[in-house]
């Protein structure tokens, strides 16, 4: 079974750096791109980028270029999701998933979810 | 202000059927797939419809998808208590290069 395991939820101050883990199984982990889709509290998804643990190959939404740092490491299966000086407004839930891309495009979708990791950023 | 348009809120009895809608444009639906996401409360999001109108393994035939030009639409027939969700579109958008979604449509089974 495909199974995407998120680390636990973080409570953090305005400025302290954060690395939040997601850990694949069940498949091939460095054939498939893996990414981070974030909902504020009340509100709708949004795509924020996608890593190929392969190669390390990384695209970002413009949206969230500069703000995150996303990366992988193969050997143990796992994702990451960065930030270096958290703010309140990155208050949410962050939830990883696994890209499937639609061959001779670059038309990305996700078909499997992790259960999200809840950051919450407050003085 | 989400890239894709669907209405915030839908609702049914049991056993209706109801229909969302999600309008893009021709950088995004007009040129891609249209995937469908259902979020049962408190839950992460579930691939529901990919490719516009195929289902994955386990979800059932009640669900359905569409699309014609720049836009879609889930169907949901004989409507359940269950099916009380939030449902996302998406669709890769070429001129942004990034995966872009509908503000979402909270379902009511009254």
């Known amino acids: 079974e495909v199974q995407l395991v998120q680390s636990g939820a973080e409570v953090k101050k305005p400025g302290e750096s954060l690395k939040i883990s997601c850990k694949g199984s069940g498949y091939s982990f460095t054939s498939y791109w893996i990414g981070w889709v974030r909902q504020m509290p009340g509100k709708g998804l949004e795509w924020m980028g996608i890593i190929y643990p392969g190669d390390s190959d990384t695209r970002y939404s413009p949206s969230f270029q500069g703000q995150v740092t996303i990366s992988a490491d193969k050997s143990i299966s796992t994702a990451y999701l960065q930030w270096s000086s958290l703010k309140a407004s990155d208050t949410a839930m962050y939830y990883c998933?696994?890209?499937?891309?639609?061959?001779?495009?670059?038309?990305?979708?996700?078909?499997?979810w992790g259960k999200g990791t809840t950051v919450t950023v407050s003085s | 202000q989400s890239v894709l348009t669907q209405p915030p809120s839908a609702s049914g009895t049991p056993g209706q059927r109801v229909t969302i809608s999600c309008s893009g444009s021709s950088s995004n639906i007009g040129s891609n797939y249209v995937y469908w996401y259902q979020q049962l409360p408190g839950t992460a999001p579930k691939l529901l419809i990919y490719?516009?109108?195929q289902r994955p393994s386990g979800v059932p035939d009640r669900f359905s998808g569409s699309k014609s030009g720049t836009s879609a639409s889930l169907a949901i027939s004989g409507l359940r208590s269950e099916d009380e969700a939030d449902y996302y579109c998406a669709a890769w958008d070429d001129s942004l290069s990034v995966v872009v979604f509908g503000g979402g449509t909270k379902l009511t089974v009254l």
């Open positions: 490719r516009n109108n």
């Open positions: 998933a696994r890209h499937l891309r639609n061959l001779g495009s670059e038309d990305f979708y996700m078909d499997v």
